[in-house]
């Protein structure tokens, strides 16, 4: 159940990219769980990618293939299921051999092939299914393929999450269009999922980069559901170039309506992770404003968000303001006057130069407490940045989700 409907909009071919689905058992029988994407020769891709420490292999070698490459990327190869992490030497040459058996198929170099896993840490992939798998793959590629390609990198998930944006120029239509998947392990650290975004421009590597690290920054690094940083998050970004536009600098009104697009379909789908965020009821935004700096603001907006005080009360409903203050408190801004501190929830004022406001009542907060779309507005009364995080509250539901996750 999400918070919130998740639509699945009308997704039109997007001319170069190709995609293709097969269930190969790797946790259940019955459900896809490997995809390929087929991108057009002269393709460029970029990414970024988690900073855990414990990086998964295909984390590993999609790094080193994006460097060999140049960019000159034909083939992803996407598994859920298994996370191929914490696996050593033989979960690095696991995912070597799945991008070599696409890279023979198709009669490109390895390198071209990039390879991405989502699901439970620790065990090895099940190769000899995989293998057998990715030729039924391969002939299912398609261009109107994005439905089937979103469910089948769900884990938690409990929808399919894609969104997609258009602009013309010159009488050519470009195309954004993504998918990601990510439900729980959600915490702002590039990146909090896995997220395949495509257009049909031709872009240089160079600039690709350059958009995917700012589209991350202002929408999948804006996400908290539990805290947890995943060992396998990528989210990347392609370019086919088949529309016959082509952008080629960071100047002018071309180049900021590709990085609108862009930054506007993955805040669609950031957001798409928390309103199905595992056991959520509660959308929540919590925009901080007045700071100094945005590196405290975004600090005051991840203690908000990840405390587990704060969440709880807001599964239950209830207005406990002291909690909030309690996490602004501790976020760790050097000098902080907290007599100049206001909260809202909503528009309802509860906090006040610090204190109570006189005007708030337990019922103004517990009407506001009862919806399920709910913004804390906090404003820090020393400066003119602003940052907005947004994230879920902690209910039974998500207990159970992570407590059975492997039986």
Avoid at 186 to 201: H, R, S
Avoid at 220 to 242: E, K, P
């Amino acid at each position: 159940m999400t918070v919130g409907d998740i639509p699945f909009p009308q997704i039109n071919p997007l001319s170069g990219v190709k995609l293709g689905a097969v269930g190969a058992a790797i946790k259940r029988q019955g459900r896809d769980d490997i995809l390929i994407f087929e991108l057009a020769e002269g393709s460029t891709v970029s990414g970024v990618f988690t900073q855990n420490a414990f990086c998964a292999a295909p984390v590993t070698l999609a790094k080193r293939h994006l460097q060999a490459s140049g960019g000159a990327i034909r083939y992803l190869v996407i598994n859920s299921g298994n996370a191929n992490a914490c696996t050593g030497d033989k979960g690095l040459a696991d995912a070597l051999a799945v991008c070599q058996e696409i890279a023979n198929h198709k009669g490109v170099a390895v390198e071209q092939v990039l390879p991405f896993s989502t699901g439970v840490i620790g065990e090895l992939l099940p190769l000899p299914k995989m293998v057998a798998a990715i030729p039924t793959a391969l002939s299912d590629l398609k261009e109107d393929n994005w439905a089937r390609a979103a469910r089948t990198i769900m884990t938690t998930d409990t929808v399919p999450k894609a969104a997609t944006r258009h602009f013309e120029v010159d009488g050519k239509v470009v195309t954004v269009t993504g998918i990601a998947k990510g439900s729980g392990m959600i915490k702002p650290n590039m990146a909090t999922m896995l997220g395949f975004v495509a257009t049909d421009a031709a872009v240089t590597a160079d600039l690709l980069n350059s958009v995917v690290k700012r589209a991350a920054d202002k929408s999948f690094n804006r996400v908290v559901v539990d805290g947890d940083t995943s060992t396998n998050d990528a989210c990347m970004l392609m370019a086919s170039g088949q529309s016959g536009v082509r952008i080629s600098s960071s100047e002018g009104e071309l180049y900021q309506r590709f990085v609108q697009a862009v930054e506007e379909v993955c805040t669609e789908l950031a957001q798409m992770l928390i309103r199905d965020g595992e056991g959520a009821t509660k959308f929540i935004a919590v925009n901080v404003k007045g700071g100094k700096t945005e590196d405290e603001c975004r600090k005051v907006a991840y203690a908000v968000a990840q405390s587990p005080l704060i969440k709880t009360a807001f599964f239950a409903s209830d207005p406990n303001w002291g909690r909030i203050v309690a996490a602004i408190g501790y976020a760790g801004v050097e000098g902080l006057d907290a007599s100049r501190v206001s909260v809202h929830l909503d528009d309802v004022l509860i906090v006040d130069n610090g204190m109570r406001a006189s005007s708030y009542t337990e019922e103004q907060g517990q009407q506001v407490m009862n919806q399920s779309d709910i913004n804390i507005n906090i404003h820090l009364g020393r400066g003119e940045a602003e940052q907005t995080v947004w994230t879920t509250d902690f209910s039974h539901d998500y207990i159970k989700i992570n407590a059975e996750y492997r039986t």
